[in-house]
């Protein structure tokens, strides 16, 4: 059952990023089945006070319980805190299929020196915002095809 749940869980997109599912967005820690048939599972929250958590979490009860799950609990983990570091190589792949930016880079890394437009390709960029539509992105223009775009920040 719980690698089932996985697989169930990969289809929930998130609502803020919906080009990547939950699963791909690494904010699903664990899934787990307690003794007394329970199936638990644990998301972390890409920001403690993310708007769309409830939401997601939400999402995640109604597909589970649309595959017959009857007894389930959600935790909410804010510790340790979601990281981009926990975002698959898939993930990152179809952020950018869709034209956002995904974090180019790991905390360990150290800072971004730039950050290419996923229209043209560009290195002539600028950030507009540090706070895009959502707060754990950033909003980017291209200085060569004037085009905005979002940034995934890394954190």
């Not at 981009?84 to 360990?108: K, S």
Request: proline letters at 9%; a negative charge.
């Amino acid at each position: 059952m719980v690698a089932q749940a996985w697989q169930w869980l990969d289809d929930v997109l998130d609502p803020e990023l919906p080009a990547i599912s939950i699963t791909d967005l690494g904010i699903v820690r664990d899934v787990r089945m307690e003794e007394d048939g329970e199936l638990v599972v644990a998301l972390t929250p890409t920001y403690s006070g993310c708007p769309a958590t409830a939401a997601i979490e939400a999402d995640v009860e109604r597909t589970l319980r649309d595959h017959g799950v009857a007894r389930l609990r959600i935790e909410r983990r804010l510790a340790p805190a979601w990281t981009t570091d926990w975002m698959t190589p898939r993930g990152r792949a179809r952020l950018a299929e869709a034209g956002i930016v995904p974090p180019r880079r790991t905390l360990a890394d150290g800072p971004v020196v730039m950050t290419p437009c996923p229209r043209c390709g560009s290195n002539d960029t600028a950030e507009l915002s540090h706070f895009g539509s959502t707060p754990c992105k950033a909003l980017y223009r291209c200085n060569a095809c004037r085009e905005p775009f979002d940034y995934v920040k890394p954190h």
